[in-house]
């Protein structure tokens, strides 16, 4: 059977667990921050990770006004952004006035931010605007953050020129303080190379990966996970311009630094965003490949041994209103591997940016079901007046006229009288009149009969399919596979990232012109 056949999840090893929905209430640091050109975004909507991760540091008094901020900026650092919003909350009740406040406003913003919380964030940052215009001595670290805010909630509402703008502005800041947060500018600098290549700035943007990977290497590490991300997106930049030597060298790199980790077979636990392992569908990269048949494209990521194949489908009779994410996993390794420990995400990027929440098999099952059985229902009844007529010659006018024998008024049938499958006269110049009387046509209502079992059938069967492929959380062994579905509550968008986390690490596949 196909990737592409929806069918129960099987693995060649009888030892998997039974899949099941995800329940995992530790939160994840999955990465850094997104934008449209080198997404790195999702969150589960099962249990409020982010939509957006970033990079951060709370040992900069600069950036956490004074250390306000500090416990809300270290649950950011790993990525609980629903409990640094509850910390941030609570803490602004009793801190009042002066850089804690900004501090703690803009951690809320942000733990607000990365969790696609976005409808009250202009006006929160119009409340930060003013304290900033009020406040003295502010450290440059924090109107950098806030600038950094800024510039990303512009793009996020449709405005990269602005927003680039503020990028520049908040990078100017950083570069001006004493001690800079270079956690922070790192993430700044990415946003704005990211940004500029967006619009096909490329060589300005390889200078800017350039110089992030630079202070990476110095603060992390030349071979951290940190130096290996950014030897991805100089690589990727390289096989845009066609220098395809620079983008195979940095790629073979990048890969050997994080395949060294070993995360595909490490048990999840929350991470700094910095030493979080994604293997991204990068093109021209050695461990990832692309083809499309029918329509359909599926991309596949290797990694240690692990081979995580996706598909994504915006139409289709099992996914109503919902788009369908179809994936296989290999597990060619030496040891063994958590499938899903965490949620898959999958985060939209056209039209515009947003989280799509997960919508679990059993819910669209019954979807399916009430449907089918509502469209039955109609055929059943539509079909239940099914008429046919019959035609009877007779000499005069006469009275009414029973089929099987008797009188009855004119213009009176099983519809009642002038009703539907009533009587008709139609007397002719020769004294001859014709009678018309509707009757049940019984061939009709059997075959409409039929056709609302075969409606009924038809959706009970691809209820059965939504429920015997889901993908859930399991554990495979070497030489292992598994093949299952994801359901997403949105399926009118042209561009979209698709998370999936194995082990430690995450694999995230790119899809465009879905529409």
């Known amino acids: 059977m196909g990737f592409f056949c929806s069918r129960p999840i099987k693995s060649v090893l009888p030892v998997l667990l039974a899949l099941g929905a995800v329940t995992i209430a530790q939160s994840a640091a999955l990465g850094q921050p997104i934008t449209p050109s080198d997404i790195e975004a999702g969150a589960s909507s099962l249990d409020q990770q982010a939509v957006f991760q970033r990079q951060t540091t709370s040992s900069n008094p600069g950036t956490t006004g004074g250390g306000s901020a500090t416990d809300s900026d270290n649950a950011i650092e790993v990525g609980d952004y629903a409990r ?151 690589g990727a930049l390289a096989f845009r311009s066609g220098n395809q030597a620079l983008a195979q060298k940095m790629y073979a790199d990048a890969l050997s630094i994080k395949e060294g980790t070993r995360s595909v077979f490490q048990q999840f636990a929350p991470q700094r965003a910095e030493d979080a392992v994604f293997y991204r569908f990068l093109p021209g990269a050695p461990n990832a490949s692309r083809e499309t048949a029918d329509g359909v494209t599926r991309e596949k990521i290797t990694a240690n041994g692990v081979t995580v194949e996706a598909a994504l489908l915006t139409k289709g009779a099992d996914v109503l209103k919902n788009c369908k994410a179809m994936v296989r996993i290999t597990n060619n390794g030496d040891s063994p591997i958590s499938v899903l420990p965490q949620g898959p995400d999958l985060i939209i990027l056209k039209p515009k940016i947003q989280l799509a929440r997960q919508v679990q098999g059993e819910s ?75 009757v049940p046509d019984f061939q009709a209502r059997e075959r409409a009969y039929q056709r609302a079992q075969a409606v009924s059938e038809q959706t009970q069967r691809q209820a059965a399919d939504v429920r015997d492929s889901q993908l859930g959380p399991t554990t495979l062994n070497p030489m292992g596979r598994i093949v299952g579905c994801l359901y997403y509550d949105q399926n009118n968008f042209d561009e979209a990232t698709l998370r999936i986390p194995v082990g430690k690490a995450v694999f995230e596949f790119r899809f465009d012109h879905l529409r």
Not at 135 to 141: D, E, G, K
Not at 173 to 183: I, R
Request: charge should be positive.
């Open 364 to 438: 669209l099952a019954q979807s399916i079901e009430k449907k089918g059985e509502g469209k039955a229902k109609w055929i059943r009844f539509w079909g239940s007046q099914a008429t046919t007529t019959s035609t009877t010659n007779i000499l005069g006018n006469g009275g009414g006229f029973y089929p099987y024998g008797g009188f009855m008024s004119p213009n009176f049938g099983y519809g009642g009288p002038m009703g539907y499958g009533g009587n008709s006269w139609y007397n002719n110049s020769g004294g001859m009149t014709t009678m018309v009387t509707s």
């Open 84 to 234: 640094a919003e509850s910390v941030a909350a609570e803490r602004l009740k009793t801190v009042q006035g002066g850089v804690a406040e900004i501090a703690l406003r803009l951690s809320l913003i942000e733990a607000r931010m990365w969790q696609g919380k976005f409808q009250t964030l202009p006006k929160e940052l119009k409340i930060v605007s003013s304290m900033l215009s009020k406040t003295q001595n502010v450290s440059p670290n924090l109107i950098a953050r806030y600038l950094d805010d800024q510039s990303w909630i512009t793009q996020i509402g449709g405005d990269p020129v602005k927003a680039e703008a503020q990028a520049r502005e908040a990078i100017d800041h950083w570069k001006k303080a004493q001690q800079t947060d270079v956690s922070f500018l790192c993430g700044g600098i990415d946003h704005l190379a990211q940004l500029l290549e967006d619009r096909g700035a490329f060589a300005e943007a390889a200078k800017w990966y350039q110089e992030s990977l630079a202070l990476h290497s110095k603060a992390q590490g030349p071979r951290s996970v940190a130096a290996a991300n950014q030897m991805e997106k100089l």
